[in-house]
């Protein structure tokens, strides 16, 4: 692969977390202009290698199920709920197939690196709307193989709808990023994302009914304008996208919005004593619904000046919590 010149790279170290094995984690956001995008340094450990390096723990106490695909690694974490994670590339992002009686719902897209509706394809017959959990590249990359796509009307989903350039991602190729072997014939030099266009448009409080599964979308904004949560109150399951997972939460991209943020992670929390389970969309594929209510307080103790941060790259400041931390702009500019 060609050397590229450091781009608008998302990933970065994470803070202690379950990430023994792992000196590079997820991240996301983005600025829904390449303007705007961050320009991080690259920060793996010296070698580090995406081919060479273990599974991340949590990963192998699910049920491994084969497809024909060598980019996706599919799990089943329950009946009619697939994770299709992308191990091999440093967002660590994860696809969430949801499957009810009569359709299923894919829960975001990928990078867009590899077909993703061949992954669907082999594991339901069923009709398949999609919905993105946001619209940042890292979620929304096979949107366009679809046919039915379900989104929140922004602004902000909109301009991103128009799709990413190669600009923009050359930085998630970064060979410390990216395993390019696992993905044989990648025409890395035209990588980008394309656009979609919304098929119908969902609110807050909508209910999609699969057939025997329904749905509530949950408008959560704060890391994105147009960031949604997914609860199943029947099976007692969260999918919260970028709003929760373990590793770094990056709160500080043009559109982030802190005290959006902060009444959608209390909703979250509030959600807590009625699930079993929460899904993310980056690492690791499950977490207990407490981590909803240690968010929230950790971010209320944030907003109330009552925890310590650390310096991070870019003038950004750090603020470290068990699993998780947040990523946010420091008193002074940020580059
Ligand atoms: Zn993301």
New binding site residues.
Partial sequence: MPRRRPTSS?WHDSPGGPRAGHSLG????LANDPAHAARPTVSAAPGASWCSRPPRPGWEAHERVAVASSWFAVYRLEAGVFALYEPHQA?E?ISWLILGEESALLFDTGMGLAPIRLVVEELTRLPVVVLN??T?Y??MGGNAEFQTILALDTDYGRQNARGWGHDVLAGELDPQAFCAEKLPGFDAAHYRIPPFRATSFVVDGQVIDLGGRQLEVLGVPGHSPDSVALLDAAAGLLWS??TF?EGQIWLYFPGTDLDAYARSVRRLARLAPGLRRVFP??NTPVAPPDKLVALARAFDRVLDGAVASRPSRDGLVEYPFEGFSFLMRGPGPAS
Wanted: glycine share 12%; charged share 20%; with cysteine.
């Fill in positions: 998302l997820r991240s996301c956001g967002q992002v959990s946001h940042h890292d979620h996208g970028d997972y969309s980056h």
